[in-house]
């Protein structure tokens, strides 16, 4: 084991695990004053969120809200790998807060947790993209707000420091294609931005509700965005509830979720299912195909051809899809760090597949944490925080196990989002509040090198 500690305490620069040599590279504040919701709906984080941190051609990009709670701005830091400042844009937007709350006085609305900010910068211009602030809204909810999306000129992502400004951004839009329908806009959460192998930037979200929403895409080709399309086709009665993600694996885009229906709420669940499909299109817009090579057109009629494996038995809840990959031989991970279970603690669970053709196996409590997978020089890590503290464990691919090699010591942080660049992780980092009453909070960026010797 070896650790590593806070940015006040001395650190340990690098350390030998096993064959492993872990560095911390780069670690810093970037504001100390990130917002943190004393009044809430849903919940308190809305910084370190979803895809609120990207690495870009020598800089780290973050995405945040200013606190404290009379503030609510919205921010976009930029800061050199290896250098020590960071260079801040702040847009004329603040956090809308829950829209049940529009009546109330200012100083007792509450803040809604979905509405985080995604970055997507495209290789083809080097523009930087932000979308943020949604969560369902039409213009009834927000007149000016209920879709918001900020884009930079072209070469915005790599221009100088002192061309950094908010200047560089074109004044925030309702919508990506202005040729698209004014309603296609409307109740969408949960954007996420990708690359595709042909370096276009794709960006998926939510169009509607909790359990029958659409997953939509549209794409950026370094000129115009497509009119948004939809990945599957939305039902009546509450069954086709979308919670999981859509990534890109060996030029493919492939689809890992659970479904959410009327039906699972009233049997005790929150989510069911364990569902897996991919597109050869990386961008997600041709066939879908199951597992065993099933084809399958836009937009999906029925998931459940797609259905490998139900992951929670009775009396288990589980909030969506799993954390997952596709390793470059083609397996297949996914894992559960907590499946909630009534009356006593919680377990979790890994499903691995080495191929299409092989049985899925499932390993229960085997040292899964919450975090993210990485495939590096053919190992499989997982990084994430536990009890507060980054770490890092490795699959033992003959013992299934996960394996610690990597644990920091001192300070804790409440919650986290990663991204990566190569062999080396990106944490996006959120203090815990100090009282109650914290509504502005530290926030930090921590890189991890860790290659085998």
């Not at 260079?87 to 809604?112: I, T, Y």
């Amino acid at each position: 084991m070896v650790s590593w500690q806070g940015a006040a305490e001395k650190q340990t620069k690098s350390a030998i695990a096993g064959k492993l040599r872990v560095e911390v590279i780069d670690e810093g504040e970037v504001a100390s004053d990130a917002l943190w919701l004393t009044r809430y709906k849903f919940g308190p984080g809305l910084n370190a969120n979803r895809g609120s941190i990207q690495v870009y051609k020598g800089y780290i990009f973050v995405a945040w809200y200013q606190g404290g709670m009379d503030k609510r701005t919205v921010m976009l830091s930029r800061k050199k790998m290896g250098g020590k400042e960071w260079r801040h844009v702040k847009f004329r937007h603040r956090h809308v807060m829950f829209r049940g709350d529009k009546k109330l006085p200012e100083n007792k609305r509450r803040g809604d947790s979905h509405n985080t900010i995604a970055i997507g910068i495209c290789p083809k211009d080097d523009t930087v993209h932000l979308i943020y602030d949604l969560h369902a809204y039409r213009p009834q909810d927000f007149k000016d707000d209920y879709f918001n999306y900020s884009v930079s000129k072209k070469g915005g992502a790599v221009v100088s420091d002192a061309r950094w400004k908010l200047k560089l951004f074109e004044p925030k839009r309702n919508h990506l294609n202005p040729k698209a329908p004014k309603s296609a806009y409307y109740r969408i959460t949960y954007p996420s931005f990708r690359v595709g192998d042909k370096g276009d930037l794709s960006v998926d979200w939510r169009k509607g509700g909790t359990h029958d929403a659409e997953r939509q895409f549209s794409t950026y080709d370094g000129e115009r965005w497509t009119v948004p399309m939809s990945w599957n086709k939305p039902t009546r009665g509450g069954i086709k509830g979308f919670y999981g993600d859509f990534k890109v694996f060996n030029g493919k885009m492939y689809a890992c979720w659970a479904r959410r229906s009327a039906d699972d709420v009233k049997a005790g669940f929150l989510a069911s299912g364990l569902y897996l499909g991919h597109s050869n299109d990386s961008n997600g817009g041709s066939a879908w195909y199951t597992m065993s090579g099933e084809k399958f057109e836009l937009p999906l009629k029925d998931w459940e051809q797609f259905k490998i494996a139900e992951p929670v038995k009775s009396g288990e809840r589980i909030g969506g899809g799993p954390n997952f990959m596709i390793t470059k031989d083609g397996s297949f991970h996914g894992v559960y760090n907590k499946i909630g279970l009534k009356g006593r603690s919680s377990i979790s669970r890994h499903f691995y597949r080495a191929n299409a053709k092989d049985t899925l196996s499932i390993y229960e409590n085997n040292g899964v944490i919450q975090g993210a997978l990485r495939e590096i020089d053919g190992r499989l890590y997982l990084f994430g925080l536990e009890k507060g503290r980054p770490q890092v464990r490795i699959f033992d691919a003959g013992a299934k196990r996960w394996n610690l090699v990597y644990a920091a010591a001192g300070k804790r942080y409440r919650q986290s989002v990663i991204t990566w660049d190569g062999d080396t992780c990106y944490y996006h980092l959120i203090e815990n509040p100090e009282s109650k009453e914290d509504d502005s909070i530290p926030m930090r960026v921590v890189s991890l090198c860790l290659k085998a010797q």
